[in-house]
């Protein structure tokens, strides 16, 4: 019996746990569409209609099909679907799409209009035996639609997906499920998208019409991430029920005939707050997976030890303190999770499962029963502290001797207990930006808030005051609070919590997230994440350490290792492998966790430590060539790593590495076939700490002058230019970048163009930025052109680096160009000219119809042009090459025509012809030829078909007038 499970991740952070929905078959998808032309045209414009009346209840952008949030699996459920995102992404066409007009894009087959976007077809959403609406935010709405307009295709229904976080569509999907009797999997779950803040808008289910009992097929359901309170009773007259989901709702209790769900093998409650366990449990004897964590339970019933086919038992994050006796008949039970809870003795009955894998992390186990805590004093029952909401100019408050609960501005949140104060004292807030200067991060630190500033300095309480700092969600990391004592930052023991329901950061949505810790005095407070901490204290005894992020990393102090006690920290760094891969350019390289070790204080320790941690993934105490295995050996301060293998005693078993060290320092454990491996190293660890991020430039549509300029992780740029879309418009974001958490880089404004240099943060005429990778580094200023500019001006905005940091890697600076070495990208701004009345000329400028060519060298008129557009199609880019385009162009017109094919050919096409009117005789006959070029004969043939037939028209039209070519003087 293996009581140190080292397979089981923590679950994410506060419990939110992931639930993918179960399929029993391969997804298939066809694009194939049985419904008429004129069907299709008639049900799309009523789903059209139908959902514009609703349009404006949806909160939060619609999601693309590109931004769906993947759902991960839940611990070990059975055969989880593939997720959506590995769906094939579609271009349905018919016949009838290929006749299309100028005048109209829409086209004949059924397309769902909002909800979901136009674009998609209703072939990507539905086939024989599927339904997803799942995949766009208020998808359920389309159910009755479809209902309404094709039941019979829809009766056959095997497998339906819906979200439920729109209620309108909530209330219609429910009446039409009773219909649908061939479903055999049913997923209606909450959190499949999120709002413009990130945070997961939450399901609205509260319960099932009893009519879904007629449902006698499902065999899956999930109803995660809702708001049932109680277990529909229709569900226990599914007989066929095989997987039951309920994660992440509100369910008080079972009901007592659970029993009814005899043929339930998987079930998962997990996050609700159950505070106990029906007996009728024991009933579900074809029950292989129970998941009851993250409940409010403080026993087990004995009826539990009748589940004879049960192999997996899921009870972290309780509140149990025994088990009961019956848990060792469980002859079939495989693995037992009740790490986070209160047991303090493993019940001996567990030894007759000797295959039997138990976590008992983060029990009490072998200590006293603590005593009950004594009844308050009447001075110390707790009151309810009086409330002061604070607005942005209100920077100052007064607090008395009675105490108060203060809510700043944008989250953040002080608990002034009664008492804390003897006479009434005025004290002051302030939001900082973060100054290079005296915010310095530690390695691998992320800041996650602006400074928040407490005044008067160094005022004392009577008591401890709490002070609460909102921070962005991470995951995977530690979240504590540091403060400044005006020389260096230092941390405080900080727990975790959600703000106030009445307090969140904007109307309507979730309460903010706090990092809290209790002070006695007012200075400097931010919120960093970092790599977990774990630490204890070794004495002559010896002493074991366990990773709580990753429990197959283990250190193991010997007895006599020290005279004096010592305090260790150890911190395990997760590194990607495809990522060290393709930056060393190994494709074989294969990695372990990074281990930061230190202790103070720090001298040798007199006995080998044994270390021991997992082996790189893909690699195997029977496959390993430990030849090609190294051990390196860091040095934070001198940023080197050293090969240590053949200095150690490293031997390895089937699944961990194991070594001997005599003090402490960064280790990291490689496999790979290269020979200079610690330069490798280097390079890879360095630029690890890179973060690759992207330039924005928007200028405000109805005033072109207020422009925005951020820097932001690539991977937040697509969802950030779309929340802007409405009331920005620009050129694309700027090619990748690597930026250092907490470096300096400027912005320029060049070519005609200028900005205020008495702004603050303005250094020689650039605006000065500091990257943090996860604030919002932008600015809003307002250009002008430069002395002397008359007119329209095409300036443009740079960005720099500011001084070098000393550690940055060659190959970062390698890749820096133009005549300013620390140049990193430019983006283009165009300034309209003034009126009159010293207001922007804002109309767009009228074209002339669009001729290209002359009658006698070739001739195409504006709706020729428009005519071959129309089938250029996926070819555009091959086509604007051949013509002459620069990449940058080409980019460009992607990005602004990102979501309309259509409207990028006709950008494409239209931009090279009225360029070419500059150009002289021949242009025709350019375009023949890229189009040769780039394969399209049949366009290059219609070309000269039309210009043929140009040419004789004008030809007989110059013979009508006796002026033909022979003979004219023309």
């Not at 009826?303 to 972290?316: A, D, H, P, R, T």
């Not at 983006?827 to 119809?849: D, G, H, K, Q, T």
């Amino acid at each position: 019996m293996d009581r140190g499970s080292e397979n089981d991740a923590l679950p994410d952070e506060e419990g939110e746990g992931h639930v993918a929905s179960l399929e029993d078959e391969e997804v298939e998808v066809t694009t194939a569409c049985n419904l008429s032309g004129g069907l299709a045209e008639i049900l799309a414009h009523r789903l059209w209609g139908h959902v514009n009346q609703d349009e404006e209840r949806m909160t939060g952008p619609t999601m693309s099909k590109g931004q769906t949030e993947v759902v991960e699996p839940e611990r070990d459920a059975p055969s989880v679907s593939p997720s959506l995102s590995s769906l094939p992404s579609f271009s349905y066409s018919s016949s009838r799409h290929a006749d299309f007009s100028s005048s109209s894009s829409s086209s004949s087959a059924l397309s769902l209009s909002p909800p979901l976007p136009p674009s998609v077809e209703l072939s990507a959403v539905l086939t024989d035996t599927r339904l997803i609406l799942d995949v766009y935010q208020g998808g359920a709405s389309a159910l009755p639609l479809l209902w309404e307009s094709i039941p019979g295709q829809l009766m056959g229904l095997q497998y339906l997906r819906l979200g439920s976080e729109d209620k309108a569509g909530l209330d219609g999907a429910l009446g039409v499920l009773p219909h649908l009797t061939e479903l055999r999997s049913l997923a209606f779950r909450g959190h499949c998208f999120h709002d413009s803040r990130g945070d997961p808008l939450p399901g609205l289910l509260t319960t099932l019409p009893a009519s879904v009992s007629s449902l006698s097929h499902l065999v899956h359901l999930d109803l995660s991430f809702n708001q049932l309170s109680y277990l529909p009773s229709c569900l226990l007259s599914l007989p066929m029920l095989d997987s039951l989901l309920l994660c992440h709702n509100h369910l008080l209790a079972l009901p007592p005939d659970i029993g009814k769900l005899s043929s339930l093998t998987y079930f998962s409650l997990l996050g609700n707050k159950l505070v106990s366990l029906p007996p009728g449990l024991g009933q579900l004897k074809a029950l292989h997976t129970l998941d009851v964590s993250n409940n409010l339970l403080q026993e087990l019933p004995d009826e539990i030890g009748s589940l004879e086919e049960l192999v997996k038992l899921e009870l972290s994050h309780n509140k149990l303190k025994q088990l009961p006796e019956s848990i060792g008949s469980l002859l079939s039970l495989r693995e037992l999770v009740i790490y986070s809870n209160d047991l303090r003795l493993i019940p001996h009955c567990l030894n007759k499962l000797p295959l039997l894998k138990i976590d008992v992390r983060d029990n009490p186990l072998g200590r006293p029963p603590t005593p009950p805590p004594r009844s308050p004093t009447p001075d110390q029952a707790e009151t309810k502290l009086p409330e002061m909401h604070l607005g942005f100019n209100q920077h100052s408050f007064c607090v008395s001797s009675a105490g108060c609960h203060v809510f700043l501005p944008g989250g953040a949140e002080l608990v002034f207990p009664p008492g804390c104060m003897v006479t009434t004292t005025k004290l002051e807030w302030a939001e900082k930006r973060p100054q290079r200067k005296w915010v310095q991060l530690q390695e691998h630190e992320i800041l996650l808030s602006r400074p928040l500033e407490l005044r008067p300095h160094g005022v004392t309480f009577l008591k401890p005051v709490e002070v609460r700092v909102p921070y962005h969600r991470i995951k995977k990391r530690e979240v504590v609070v540091l403060t400044f004592d005006g020389e260096s930052w230092s941390t405080l023991p900080t727990n975790l919590r959600r703000g106030s329901e009445s307090h969140s950061s904007r109307p309507g949505g979730r309460p903010a997230r706090l990092a809290c810790c209790s002070v006695n005095h007012f200075s400097w407070f931010m919120a960093v994440a970092r790599p977990v901490k774990d630490s204890c204290s070794v004495t002559p005894a010896g002493a074991l350490l366990v990773s709580s992020s990753d429990p197959g990393v283990k250190l193991h102090f010997p007895p006599d290792s020290t005279v004096e006690t010592r305090t260790i920290t150890l911190q395990v760094l997760q590194v990607s492998v495809s990522e060290v891969q393709a930056l060393c350019g190994d494709p074989q390289a294969k990695v372990s966790p990074l281990l930061c070790l230190s202790q103070t204080p720090s001298m040798h320790f007199l006995q080998p430590v044994k270390v021991q941690i997992p082996l790189p993934s893909g690699v195997t105490g029977h496959t390993v060539d430990m030849s090609c295995l190294h051990l390196l050996h860091g040095d934070p301060t001198a940023q080197t790593w050293t090969d240590i293998t053949s200095q150690v005693s490293l031997y390895v078993t089937h699944l961990y590495a194991i070594f001997y060290i005599t003090h402490f320092s960064w280790y990291w454990l490689w496999y790979t076939t290269q020979r200079c491996v610690s330069g490798v190293v280097r390079k890879v660890y360095q630029r690890l700490k890179q973060f690759k991020v992207q330039f924005l430039v928007l200028q405000r549509k109805n005033d072109p002058s207020q422009v925005l300029v951020q820097c932001l992780p690539s991977n937040k740029i697509e969802s950030r230019v779309q929340s802007l879309s409405e009331h920005y418009d620009g050129p694309q974001p700027s090619d990748l970048c690597d930026l250092l958490e907490g470096e300096q880089f400027f912005a320029g404004f060049e070519r005609g163009l200028e900005i205020n240099t008495d702004r603050p943060d303005c250094v020689g005429g650039r605006l000065c930025f500091v990257f943090y990778s996860s604030l919002k580094n932008l600015k809003e200023v307002y250009i002008c052109p430069a002395q002397g500019q008359k007119g329209p001006v095409r300036g443009q905005v740079s960005f720099y680096r500011g001084e070098i940091p000393t550690n940055l890697p060659d190959e970062v600076t390698r890749k820096r160009k133009g005549l300013d070495s620390q140049w990193l990208t430019t983006l283009p701004l165009r300034l309209p000219a003034l009126n009159s009345e010293n207001n922007f000329i804002m109309e767009e400028v009228e074209y002339p119809p669009l001729n290209l060519g002359d009658p006698e060298s070739g001739y195409l008129t504006e709706a020729n042009l428009l005519s071959i557009s129309l089938q250029i199609a996926q070819d555009w880019r091959v086509i604007g090459i051949n013509l002459g385009l620069s990449y940058q162009e080409l980019d460009r017109m992607q990005y602004k025509n990102r979501d309309n094919l259509g409207a990028l050919v006709l950008d494409m096409l239209f931009h090279w012809a009225r360029a070419q009117k500059n150009e002289g005789p021949g242009a025709v006959s350019r375009l023949v030829a890229a189009m040769i070029e780039s394969g399209r004969r049949d366009l290059a043939d219609e070309i000269e078909d039309i210009v043929n037939i140009g040419r004789r028209k004008y030809t007989e039209s110059l013979r009508r007038v006796g002026l033909d070519t022979e003979g004219s003087s023309l």
